[in-house]
């Protein structure tokens, strides 16, 4: 039996989702199970490869929807989980039990701990560490941006590593660590530490550029690292930096895409006013109410900075297009 696991690569949530389904399927089903995985990113068109489902058994997490008849499980909490409505519709006609959604959640991770638990007997006690800080990481509960931006706990090493890890046998050998080892253990491994140290320099500086790069208007703050070299950062550092904001928009560009980055300040003082996944979803990206993205093919950097100005000019009140949820 060859399980297949698709997750939202480059996610702490992600990866931790990825490694609880492994652990219950392991336990539950198939203890022999041959267990392969494959991290997605979100964009425009169909972000599924055409061998995405070649598993004896599919399953996808914390990513939005296929109705492709071969996948078998899916668990998500992306407000934008549906791209098109025959997806959506597709979703609500699945009678096979094994399809999990839930927009409140904060995190996938948990939310899918506790289907198992209720649904297929399935304790997920031993993950519990885990399971907080996935919580704790995707629905930005940090008791400050300092926090978040400092990195002292080992989740929040991993956090940083696994945002930026490109090496596809190494996410596979942290998401079986995460099943069997705890965090402050992996956050030690040789495979970890070796590639941290760099990326601590480089979040050095990028607080440093985002510092100098970053401009706050109206309570937003934008900018532009696209020409940086800076292919992902910390999204807490502009909070850290610009603690009275209540947006963010950034460009960042990497090997495979210009990103436009939108969120919402979890410490502002002034409510939220938009529903950013929907913002997002007009240009072929999505998120959550909170925080949302756009990827645009790598060679349209004007393209992304146009997308830029037009979330801010909505943000600010400039689009009478603004709908909170």
């Not at 995707?138 to 941006?145: C, E, N, T």
């Not at 495979?191 to 500086?205: C, Q």
């Amino acid at each position: 039996m060859r399980l297949k696991i698709l997750f939202h690569d480059n996610c702490f949530d992600g990866a931790a989702a990825a490694a609880l389904f492994a652990a219950f399927y392991r336990e539950r089903i198939d203890a022999a199970a041959e267990v392969v995985y494959k991290g997605l990113q979100h964009r425009s068109g169909d972000p599924f490869p055409a061998d995405a489902f070649d598993g004896d058994e599919n399953v996808c997490v914390d990513f939005r929807y296929s109705a492709s008849p071969r996948l078998g499980w899916w668990f998500d909490h992306h407000v934008s989980a549906f791209v098109t409505p025959a997806d959506r519709a597709s979703f609500a006609a699945d009678t096979s039990g094994r399809k999990f959604y839930d927009p409140d959640a904060r995190s996938c991770t948990k939310m899918e701990a506790g289907v198992l638990a209720a649904k297929f007997g399935f304790s997920a006690g031993r993950f519990q560490e885990l399971i907080d800080w996935a919580e704790l990481i995707d629905g930005a509960l940090f008791p400050d941006a300092r926090t978040a931006v400092e990195l002292e706990a080992p989740a929040l090493r991993l956090m940083t590593w696994v945002e930026n890890n490109k090496d596809r046998a190494l996410t596979v050998r942290y998401i079986e660590d995460l099943q069997r080892a705890g965090l402050a253990e992996i956050a030690s491994q040789d495979y970890v530490t070796g590639r941290l140290e760099p990326l601590l320099a480089r979040h050095r500086r990028a607080i440093e550029i985002i510092g100098t790069r970053a401009v706050e208007k109206d309570g937003i703050v934008c900018f532009d690292l696209s020409e940086d070299g800076i292919e992902a950062h910390n999204k807490f550092i502009a909070y850290m930096l610009h603690p009275d904001c209540r947006y963010t928009v950034g460009v960042t560009r990497a090997s495979g895409r210009m990103k436009v980055s939108v969120g919402f300040n979890p410490w502002s003082k002034l409510p939220r006013e938009h529903n950013i996944a929907a913002i997002c979803e007009r240009y072929g990206g999505g998120g959550h109410p909170v925080v949302g993205a756009v990827s645009l093919p790598p060679g349209e950097v004007e393209r992304a900075r146009q997308v830029a100005r037009e979330i801010v000019a909505e943000l600010e009140g400039r689009a009478d297009r603004s709908s909170l949820s």
